[in-house]
């Protein structure tokens, strides 16, 4: 019998924030309930590999009600200190990287632990932080520090997900973050640490005694310079348990995550995201080629690169369309980029358009035609002529569609 009654954690309770009704903050079509059930799935997963007792709040998209929330949290392990509690969410409102909040009955030391991992796996850390309830400050201001007496509870908030660097990152990193999380829990219950094995994922290789980087390259049919580049190497040292992504890999190509809605089909987000049906089979390990509202899915993003697009901020009356138009790029680029599950946009909406802006026009304003406008309409409205307007947009007719961009002198 291994039962240490030192033991410093005796279980945790692992909490995906929001869920069903509730959706957490949302932006640009992104929902924070679908990236915190990801990562609480995950951190479950790994801290049950590592034979920590766990359990978990809800591991599907439905409703849960504070009550509910609480009572899994208290009454998994009991209500002691040895009870970590790490409820998993995704910031909004304007900032970048991670933050954690713990307990005024607490001190940082595991707030920190966790933070520094997850700066370590490459997030930003803004810090950890405690937070009193307005009307009362003696206490706690989450619910789920105030209503567990004595479990260690953490708030553990990810990035922020109205930024445009934290989306890209939690959308291709977020499970490196809750690898963080798992290596500090595992160091605060000092329980040996274990990378996670290669579940199906052949795009991974774990280093192991006696490994060298041009060994591995051989192994694998590939290049120490690649190995080098891809897993952002500074030294050819190598530790045991270092995890490494090989070139080709699906972790070799950027992905974006997807939640289905009702009417996708694979052959629907294929041509959506201008990937294939095979590719995100592959990508996902889909045995079936059904899919259920609210399951996510990887999406394989060709050419999505951050240092060639720019950031536009949307005025009111464009659309998707008028926005692609005028960075000849196409619809589906820009959802794409934005992993948009929408078109509609909201003023002052920042998207990622593909590519760099034309030259054509850059200082001149634009007009989106609406239905029942005329040139004439337009030009009164803009203190200019029909003439200027026909040559300045080199118009072969005064017809006008509705959705047209006209350049406005
Ligand atoms: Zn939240």
């Known amino acids: 019998m291994n039962n240490d009654l030192r033991a410093r954690v005796s279980g945790v309770v692992v909490d995906a924030g929001h ?23 995950y ?7 590592l ?29 002691g200190r040895d009870v970590l509690v790490l409820s998993n969410h995704i910031n909004s409102g304007g900032g970048e990287g991670a933050e954690i909040y713990y307990p005024l009955r607490n001190n940082d030391e595991l707030a920190s632990m966790i933070l520094e991992e997850i700066g370590n796996a490459g997030q930003k850390m803004r810090g950890t932080f405690q937070r009193r309830l307005p009307e009362d400050p003696s206490k706690d201001y989450y619910y789920i520090m105030r209503d567990t007496p004595n479990t260690q509870s953490l708030l553990i908030e990810y990035g922020f997900i109205d930024n445009a660097n934290d989306v890209k990152k939690l959308q291709n990193n977020l499970l490196d973050y809750v690898e963080g999380v798992v290596k500090a829990v595992a160091e605060y219950a ?23 980087l041009w ?11 690649a190995l080098r580049t891809l897993n952002n190497l500074t030294s050819d040292v190598l530790q045991i348990g270092q995890v490494l992504i090989l070139p080709g890999s699906e972790e070799d190509q950027e992905t974006m995550i997807y939640t289905v809605q009702k009417g996708d089909s694979l052959w629907k987000l294929a041509n959506q995201f201008g990937t294939s049906v095979a590719a995100i089979r592959e990508l996902n390990n889909l045995t079936s080629d059904i899919l259920r509202i ?6 394989p993003v060709a050419g999505n690169n951050v240092e060639e697009s720019i950031l536009y901020t949307v005025q ?20 794409t980029l934005n992993n948009l599950t929408t078109d509609v946009l909201q003023i002052g909406q920042v998207l990622r358009i593909p590519g760099k802006p034309t030259e054509s026009n850059p200082s001149g304003r634009t007009y989106t035609v609406q239905t029942g406008d005329t040139l004439w309409k337009i030009a009164n409205q803009f203190g200019t002529t029909v003439d200027q307007l026909i040559t300045l947009n080199d118009l072969q007719t005064t017809m006008l569609r509705p959705g047209q961009i006209l350049k406005i002198s």
């Not at 509730?22 to 799935?41: C, H, I, M």
């Not at 009111?316 to 959802?335: C, E, F, H, P, Q």
Request: hydrophobic share 30%; aromatic share 6%; charged share 25%.
């Open 19 to 41: 869920g069903g009704d509730d959706p957490g903050a949302v932006s640009n079509g992104l929902r924070e309930k679908d990236f915190t059930l990801e990562a609480a799935k």
């Open 43 to 49: 951190l479950y997963q790994r801290l049950k590999e």
């Open 51 to 79: 034979g920590i007792p766990v359990a978990i709040t809800r591991d599907t998209d439905r409703t849960l009600s504070r009550e509910e929330r609480i009572n899994t949290m208290v009454n998994s392990f009991g209500n």
């Open 190 to 212: 000092d329980v040996p640490y274990t990378p996670p094995t290669e579940n199906g994922s052949s795009g991974r290789y774990t280093v192991k005694k006696g490994d060298t």
């Open 215 to 225: 060994g591995i390259a051989r192994q694998f049919n590939t290049t120490v310079d």
């Open 294 to 299: 609210g399951q996510t899915l990887q999406i």
């Open 316 to 335: 009111k009356g464009d659309s998707l369309w008028s926005i692609a138009n005028r960075y000849n790029t196409t619809v589906n680029a820009i959802r």
